[in-house]
């Protein structure tokens, strides 16, 4: 007879030692799962692999916050659709590094805050700038975006 699954326990006892468990606390390690169910698995080239890619998507976020890529005198249409793919890459590669963070490993953490910094420093603040970042244009914006806030 079984009692609520109890069945045969030969088989629960094997399919317990596959499962596989998300960590709740930040851990250190490369045998991690970031983003793809397997990915980067348990190899320290793919685990820095890894590492870059959060680095490069923090970095395209932050590119993406302080870029000018509409030209003054674009129609306003098509200004508007041009926005709107900016804002929902952005949107896109931000959840993209948030769900990489709930990893929860710990070299993911600071690869995406390294990401986040490095593309703010050159990017966003006056370090590499020949003249005076002006604090806002016509429209009352630093780039083509909006700040992103919650």
Same mark, same amino acid.
């Given at each position: 007879?079984?009692?609520?699954?109890?069945?045969?326990?030969?088989?629960?006892?094997?399919?317990?030692?596959?499962?596989?468990?998300?960590?709740?606390?930040?851990?250190?390690?490369?045998?991690?799962e970031i983003l793809f169910?397997?990915?980067?698995?348990?190899?320290?080239?793919?685990?820095?692999?890894?590492?870059?890619?959060?680095?490069?998507?923090?970095?395209? &976020?932050?590119?993406? #916050?302080?870029?000018? $890529? +509409?030209?003054?005198?674009? @129609? *306003?249409? %098509?200004?508007? !659709?041009?926005?709107?793919?900016?804002?929902?890459?952005?949107?896109?590669?931000?959840?993209?590094?948030?769900?990489? &963070?709930?990893?929860? #490993?710990?070299?993911? $953490? +600071?690869?995406?805050?390294? @990401? *986040?910094? %490095?593309?703010? !420093?050159?990017?966003?603040?006056?370090?590499?700038?020949?003249?005076?970042?002006?604090?806002?244009?016509?429209?009352?914006?630093?780039?083509d975006l909006p700040p992103?806030?919650?």
């Amino acid at each position: 007879m079984d009692h609520g699954g109890m069945g045969d326990m030969s088989m629960n006892n094997s399919n317990m030692a596959k499962r596989h468990y998300t960590h709740m606390t930040f851990f250190w390690g490369k045998n991690s799962e970031i983003l793809f169910s397997g990915w980067p698995g348990t190899r320290g080239g793919m685990y820095a692999l890894a590492l870059l890619l959060v680095f490069a998507l923090s970095f395209l &976020v932050e590119w993406l #916050n302080h870029c000018r $890529l +509409i030209r003054p005198g674009t @129609g *306003h249409v %098509v200004a508007g !659709l041009a926005r709107t793919t900016l804002h929902a890459a952005r949107v896109g590669l931000a959840y993209l590094v948030m769900l990489a &963070v709930m990893s929860f #490993n710990g070299g993911v $953490l +600071i690869a995406a805050v390294v @990401g *986040h910094a %490095v593309g703010f !420093l050159l990017f966003g603040s006056s370090v590499f700038r020949k003249t005076p970042l002006q604090p806002t244009d016509n429209d009352g914006l630093k780039g083509d975006l909006p700040p992103m806030a919650c």
